[in-house]
């Protein structure tokens, strides 16, 4: 077993009590409400992602978890103790910085380092410590260099051995994949969930990238506008969003007015076909006319007015002998389905 | 329009498009034309003013007609090595220029940090024009204004004598001397420690605290290494105009505070002697060259 994981699982006891709690926290800036009266419970051990726009308070959150920000009102505590008043050099957690935020005029073992001597970790510990965390994050052989000669990729690693190697309860992650291009930070979002289960700390995770969040989270808070929208698993949040916003902002959606309310549902869970239309106890079904096609390579998009003019856009794959096939040309009559436990109702209330 | 005007003047402009087709072809030649009127004037008027300087410190004067002999002679230099009251005077000039530069340093840094850390934009904008509000004021009158502070009747004697404390002799002293300098180079001090410690990412000082350093550590492991390079940039100010000083020694310090300077100035124009002037004015030549070569490997150059 990982000597991190073991020293974990020794001064954790597996509780039912989250690790971090908000209670009634906000933040004001002068008349500015960044985050509103917030309550927020995380589970030992969890992947949590707070997931919204910039500017909706994600990260006011995480800071004032880390303790740079102290909230307005409210209380947050980690491991059950209140550390509201308690400055973040005494907060049993440590934050992997947007700009990485790694010592330009240290190594980067010296980097790795630097935590365990302000806790006073024993000198011959050190040097052992240090290089388990980079073999961790495979930069075994990297400790003399300097940050400067390391690529964006290999900084973002030295930024989460530097946390890891403190064995914190709770690790902060502040949009740590944001300046990395598309492929290397798919790479890095495969070892965070490989590094997060190996040494079995709560990460708490700050993105706007939704694809990012579904992928990695075991649970995400939607943030709008300093509030929390929804909290729930990827799955509950995709397909059953308590909110407009979150339908929108997770995803594609569309929008139509049914009896008096908005129905969602989510363009690849409608069918199409060219015959009859499919009505039944579990199927809805109802004519439509093709406006457009547009072949996206996985999928073909195509965009559908309704009978009273309401327009709908539709996602099917494009396998052999399925759907609408490649024949029909805009302006024909096709009938789409769809099951009825795929869509959403709110009420005309909440549209944004 | 200016393709007509490209024509009119057809001979003119083929004229001037061969030339920038030929420097953009060569490179150097361009480089070479941009640097040639600069770099003349500096060998010109700047090197040779000073290879003159060095020179003249191994000439001498006849003592009977007072001209330039000009024959190679150590002779300046074992005066000024054997002379007590030189010796006095040069190591006084290095002394308050020392003196001067650590109280800079001591009082700098704490400005320098609340102006790049602390404060708003406004209040910052407001400090700065403070700060840099003397350097546009006459020299002089700055100097006379502490004059008018510091002499036997001065403000800060009337002060302390209605606090009923004794009055502070300082006027005309080396004291006064180091307090002058202190205030007229200090915003040659903040400037740069200011850059420097507006430089570091503010996401350094929370990582730091982050990894448990209390404000102790943080400033003595990641704030200072990161500012030194400006303190050290600022020392090169505060250090070489007080060494070049002789103006404040003059109204500020009186008769037994004279500095390099002041004996330069003495036998350049009083006692006719420029070699000997030449020789001692090599000293904090020779004093800040060895300053700036360290100072170059502190890596301080790149925060002027």
């Given at each position: ?5 073991a ?8 509780t ?19 985050v ?7 589970a ?5 992602t707070?997931?919204?726009p910039s500017?909706?308070?994600k ?5 004032m ?11 947050v505590?980690?491991?059950g ?6 400055p ?20 980067v ?8 001597e ?9 040097p052992?410590r240090?290089?388990d ?7 075994t ?8 000669q390391l690529?964006?990729g290999?900084?973002?690693r ?10 914190p ?23 965070l ?6 040494v ?11 694809e ?13 506008a ?7 698993s990827a ?31 989510r ?20 004519p ?14 195509y965009g ?9 856009i539709?996602?099917e794959?494009?396998?052999?002998g399925f759907?609408l ?10 009938a ?10 709110f ?6 | ?30 480089a ?18 000073l290879?003159?300087l ?9 003592d ?10 150590l002779r ?12 006095t ?22 400005c320098a940090?609340f ?13 700065f024009t ?12 700055r ?12 403000v ?15 006027g ?13 180079w200090?915003p040659?001090?903040i ?16 990582a ?54 002041n ?10 002697d420029?070699?000997f ?6 000293i904090p ?20």
């Amino acid at each position: 077993m990982n000597p991190a994981a073991a020293m974990r699982s020794d001064s954790a006891p597996a509780t039912g009590e989250p690790i971090v709690s908000l209670r009634g926290v906000a933040r004001r800036y002068g008349d500015t409400l960044a985050v509103d009266t917030l309550d927020l419970d995380i589970a030992r051990g969890e992947f949590f992602t707070l997931l919204g726009p910039s500017g909706s308070g994600k990260t006011t959150t995480l800071r004032m978890i880390a303790g740079f920000e102290r909230p307005s009102e409210g209380m947050v505590q980690i491991d059950g103790k209140d550390v509201t008043r308690v400055p973040p050099y005494e907060r049993d957690l440590n934050t992997i910085f947007q700009d990485y935020a790694l010592f330009p005029h240290m190594t980067v073992a010296e980097n790795l380092a630097y935590g365990l001597e302000a806790k006073r970790v024993p000198r011959g510990e050190i040097p052992g410590r240090v290089s388990d965390a980079l073999d961790m994050v495979q930069l075994t052989d990297f400790g003399h260099r300097n940050p400067a000669q390391l690529s964006g990729g290999q900084r973002q690693r030295v930024a989460l051995a530097r946390a890891i190697v403190n064995r914190p309860a709770v690790l902060l992650l502040d949009e740590p994949l944001g300046a990395l291009d598309l492929k290397l930070r798919q790479e890095m979002q495969r070892e965070l969930k490989r590094i997060q289960a190996e040494v079995n700390i709560t990460f708490i995770y700050v993105t706007h990238d939704q694809e990012e969040a579904l992928t990695m989270s075991d649970r995400i808070a939607v943030f709008n506008a300093g509030r929390v929208e929804q909290v729930g698993s990827a799955a509950a949040l995709y397909d059953r969003p308590a909110s407009e916003f979150v339908a929108r902002f997770l995803g594609s959606s569309n929008f139509i007015e049914r009896d008096g309310r908005r129905l969602m549902i989510r363009p690849e869970k409608i069918r199409l076909a060219a015959g009859e239309c499919l009505d039944g106890p579990d199927w809805h079904g109802e004519p439509a006319r093709l406006t457009d096609a547009e072949f996206v390579g996985m999928y073909t998009r195509y965009g559908l007015e309704l009978r009273d003019g309401q327009r709908l856009i539709a996602h099917e794959q494009n396998l052999p002998g399925f759907g609408l096939g490649v024949d029909v040309r805009p302006g024909s009559q096709v009938a789409l389905a769809w099951h009825k436990n795929s869509v959403c109702y709110f009420d005309k209330m909440d549209a944004v | 329009m200016s393709q007509g005007a490209a024509i009119d003047h057809a001979p003119p402009a083929r004229l001037g498009r061969r030339l920038s087709a030929m420097l953009w072809r060569r490179p150097r030649w361009a480089a070479a034309a941009l640097l040639v009127p600069p770099m003349g004037w500096f060998v010109l008027i700047y090197l040779a003013a000073l290879v003159t300087l060095f020179v003249a410190a191994f000439w001498q004067v006849d003592d009977f007609t007072g001209e330039i002999i000009h024959r190679w002679t150590l002779r300046n230099f074992e005066t000024l090595a054997t002379s007590p009251t030189y010796r006095t005077i040069a190591l006084r000039t290095v002394g308050i220029a020392a003196a001067v530069t650590v109280t800079d340093i001591v009082l700098a840094f704490p400005c320098a940090y609340f102006m790049a850390r602390i404060a708003g934009p406004k209040l910052r904008a407001t400090l700065f024009t403070l700060m840099l509000l003397p350097i546009w004021l006459s020299y002089i009158a700055r100097v006379y204004a502490w004059r008018l502070i510091l002499a036997h009747d001065g403000v800060l004697n009337w002060a302390l004598g209605e606090v009923g404390l004794p009055p502070a002799n300082i006027g005309y002293t080396n004291i006064a001397m180091w307090l002058v300098f202190s205030y007229i180079w200090l915003p040659f001090m903040i400037t740069p420690i200011y850059a420097a410690i507006e430089r570091v990412p503010g996401s350094l000082f929370e990582a730091s605290a982050d990894l448990g350093a209390r404000g102790l550590r943080t400033f003595t492991k990641v704030t200072l290494p990161l500012v030194v390079p400006g303190i050290i940039a600022g020392s090169i100010f505060t250090f070489s105009l007080t060494l070049g000083d002789y103006i404040t020694p003059v109204l500020i310090g009186g008769t037994g505070s004279s500095f390099i300077g002041n004996v330069v100035y003495a036998n350049v124009g009083i006692a006719n002697d420029i070699p000997f002037a030449a020789a001692f004015a090599t000293i904090p030549a020779v004093v800040m060259l060895i300053y700036l070569s360290i100072a170059r490997r502190l890596g301080a150059f790149e925060m002027l």
